[in-house]
């Protein structure tokens, strides 16, 4: 209860009293103490709602504190802490101190006065400071940093729990100045100890020292101790300082001291151009090649700087050293630099840095390669390279023209041959088919002679159609029927009536090479006979595999000389070449014709006895509807092309007259021009549907032209059909068609199933 009259100070402080009737009229409260933990008086107005917010421990401390109070009569101090929950739940601490001030007759006690103090704060900062000294515990144990101290009047030494850890001794263990000196090692660091703590003492320096210590367990410990003197009025009245293992570290030290001396050693005795460097760029190392390639004397280089060895270093350079010593590392694989007698030279060079303690960069170690020498020879390369291909662009260019020399007239053989076969009397045909064929396969041939370089490499393209073997080796029979008659030989072919009626395969690469090794058999054999073989090794109802042969009664060939007949330019001997002629191609090119098709030609051959050239094949079966028309159906296409009016830009007059031909036989209406010039001119003055382009032409080519009519101003000039009609087989050709203008493009000697389609489906767009 409040004392009447007393003013009320208490209910505006963290720190108030009270007098509490204790006879139990009065609740235990007071008002302010409720405000203080942030709840009215009403809130908690009986004794059982306040004290809810105080831990059973602490209240039964509290009466345990105020029941020894009142059996002593008060001698014993009544003096205890509470804790509290505020309104916000959260916990405050306050000290309760008080004296029982009135008894009754039966030493009973009446009325109590208790002050009160609110010590959050004060607990709060307690707690903290133990965290921090459990924080820097644990942190001193794990970097193993103990602490010392020495009172210089007593003498006193106190020791930290990791400075006891370190020298192995209990905690029960009192140092003593002159005892904690014995256990550094005797001699050199008993010594340092004791000279660094007397100028500590009375110069007042401090020190810094690493010492080997011998633990109780009698190892032997590295330790850094630091001591640091206090003085008052002149005297040193107190030295503090830490203690530190660091044994591991200066093991590390040793090994990598011992890394780098090896390191060295290696580099002096090194069969490569390689040099060692401090932080300073001075020389530590430098391998024999590398005091050879610089012209330098090792006793001479060794401390001193790189840049007054070579005072001539660029700027570049010294920023690449600095990076280095940064710790990066640096490769150039080609860089040059001048002598100093002026000659330019080239090397490959790398910086790498080399380590004095982990993360401590000792300085640089460098390696280089004198490369002037491979350069030059690189150098020279890359001009032989260039005149290599020129030399191959020569030899496109001389292939180009040549490849619409040759192809040109024999698009006129070829093309005049298909118009004869389109409507052949009985007494022709059985010269048409052996001339056509023939035909076809030297325009074969042709293109392997003008694309020697692509069967070479393996580039030729097979073609996989459906064709009648039994009549491609009844054209090869009838081709070359005539010069076995000339010759009087025996010509027999013996053909498997298990063959299917249809294959799919190359019928031209086919007969490429039988027909070279037909006509092989027939130059090398005076007298006896020569014959063809097609067998059937094995079949399956999709598959069929053929072993051909052609076999001859020749001058046969030695066995030392069978490996090399394969290979371009050879033949069994020079006399060979001397008596039956020959390029020495054909076998090669048809050996890689045979096995770009899974095949490989064998020979079993004898000098006097002949020769067997034979290759084995697979080949799907065909059906008879994928059979190949081999010639365009002229009353089946004539008047088909009605209507359109086609421009021929070509100047030569042979493939002229097979154009017009085809296309009036077609229902065209031609014109013709007979170079570039002369058809911009003509599309000028006239609306054609199409134009058929030459591109190699005098006066203006193809290419030129197209370009020129693009160039037109009307729109009907961009949008004009122009198809190219090119005797070029090279690779690149239909890039530049297309590149020039054209819409599309035609081979000499043309198909004229394929110039048909063609002009088919640009009437189809028009029309």
């Known amino acids: 209860m409040y004392v009447a009259g007393q003013p009320n100070i208490q209910d505006n402080y963290q720190t108030g009293y009270w007098e509490w009737d204790m006879t139990g009229q009065v609740p235990f409260s007071n008002p302010a103490l409720l ?24 209240k039964q401390q509290f009466l345990i504190s105020l ?37 009754n007759v039966y030493n009973e006690p009446l009325s109590m006065r208790i002050i009160y103090i609110n010590i959050t704060a004060q607990k709060e900062a307690e707690k903290e400071i133990l965290r921090l ?34 020298f192995g001794v209990p905690e029960s263990f009192v140092p003593e100045r002159t005892s904690a000196t014995t256990f550094f090692k005797e001699g050199f660091d008993r010594d340092s100890l004791k000279q660094a703590f ?43 300082g830490i203690f530190q293992d660091i044994t591991n570290h200066k093991q590390d030290q040793e090994r990598l001291a011992t890394k780098n001396q090896q390191l060295e050693k290696f580099i002096n005795a090194a069969p490569v151009s390689i040099a060692m460097f401090d932080r300073e760029m001075r020389y530590m190392a430098a391998s024999h090649i590398w005091m050879a390639s610089y012209k330098l004397d090792v006793t001479t280089i060794i401390g001193k700087s790189h840049y007054d060895v070579f005072f001539e270093i660029p700027d570049v350079w010294r920023e690449y050293l600095k990076r280095g010593l940064a710790g990066e590392v640096i490769k150039i694989e080609e860089d040059s630099f001048i002598r100093r007698d002026g000659k330019q030279e080239w090397l490959r060079w790398e910086i790498r840095p080399w380590f004095e303690a982990p993360g401590v960069v000792g300085g640089i170690i460098m390696f280089t390669e004198l490369i002037t020498e491979r350069k030059l020879v690189k150098e020279e390369l890359i001009r032989a390279r260039d005149l290599a291909e020129e030399a191959v662009l020569a030899k496109s260019r001389f292939l180009s023209v040549m490849s619409h020399e040759i192809r040109t007239p024999m698009n ?25 064929f023939s035909a076809d396969n030297l325009m074969v041939i042709i293109n392997d002679i003008l694309s ?69 058999a027939i130059k090398f054999t005076a007298t006896g006979k020569i014959t063809i073989v097609v067998k059937v090794l094995r079949e399956d109802s999709g598959m069929v595999e053929l072993n051909f042969a052609v076999k001859d009664s020749g001058i046969g060939i030695p066995g030392d000389k069978q490996a090399y007949i394969f290979q371009l330019f050879t033949q069994a001997s020079s006399e060979t070449t001397r008596q039956y002629g020959g390029t020495g191609l054909g076998l090669a090119i048809c050996q890689r014709l045979a096995e770009l098709m899974g095949g490989k030609i064998t020979v079993q051959s004898e000098p006097g006895e002949g020769s067997v050239f034979s290759f084995t094949l697979m080949f799907p079966k065909g059906r008879p509807a994928m059979a190949k028309e081999t010639a365009v159906d002229a009353k089946k296409l004539t008047g088909t092309l009605k209507g359109l009016s086609i421009l021929i830009t070509e100047d030569n007059p042979l493939n002229v007259m097979l154009l017009k031909r085809y296309l009036q036989q077609w229902g065209a209406e031609c014109d013709v021009a007979e170079n570039g010039e002369i058809a911009l001119t003509m599309v000028k003055l006239k609306n054609y549907n199409l134009v058929l382009m030459d591109v190699q032409m005098p006066v203006m080519d193809g290419y030129e032209t197209t370009r020129a009519i693009r160039n037109l101003p009307e729109q009907r000039y961009a949008d004009m059909p122009i198809i190219a009609l090119t005797a070029n087989v090279l690779a690149d050709v239909r890039e530049t068609i297309l590149a020039s203008g054209m819409n599309d493009g035609l081979s000499k000697p043309f198909n004229v199933n394929e110039l048909y389609e063609m002009i088919n489906r640009i009437k189809n767009r028009i029309f």
Not at 36 to 56: C, H, I, M, N
Not at 412 to 428: K, M, S, Y
Not at 478 to 495: C, E
């Open 198 to 240: 007397v100028e500590a003492v009375t110069e007042g320096k401090t020190y810094d020292l690493e010492l080997r210590i011998i633990n109780t367990r009698g190892e032997e410990r590295w330790t850094r101790t630091i001591g640091q003197p206090e003085f008052k009025n002149g005297k040193c009245v107190r030295l503090n």
């Open 67 to 103: 029941q020894n109070h009142v059996k002593s009569r008060g001698q014993v101090v009544f003096a205890q802490e509470v804790r509290f929950l505020n309104l916000h739940g959260k916990t405050e601490y306050f000290l309760f101190t008080g004296k029982v001030i009135k008894w």
């Open 35 to 58: 405000r203080a933990l942030g709840y009215s008086e009403t809130e908690l107005a009986t004794d059982p709602d306040w004290q809810v917010k105080v831990p059973d421990s602490d």
């Open 452 to 520: 020697l370089s692509k069967a070479e490499e393996g580039k030729i393209e097979l073609e996989n159609v459906a064709f009648d073997l039994g009549e491609l080796i009844q054209n090869i029979y009838a081709t070359n029927k005539p010069f076995t008659n000339d010759k009087r030989l025996s010509f027999i072919v013996n053909y498997d009536s298990r063959v299917p009626g249809l294959i799919i395969g190359d019928p031209v690469r086919l007969g490429q090479i039988i027909t070279n090794l037909v006509n092989n």
């Open 412 to 436: 006129a053989v070829i093309g005049f041959t298909n118009l004869l076969l389109n409507d052949p009397r009985p007494d022709q045909l059985e010269y048409l088919k052996p001339l056509k």
């Open 133 to 166: 000294k459990d924080f820097l515990d644990k942190t001193t144990q794990v970097a193993m940093v103990g602490g010392w101290e020495l009172d210089m009047a007593t003498e006193q030494v106190t020791w930290s729990g990791v400075t006891r850890q370190i």
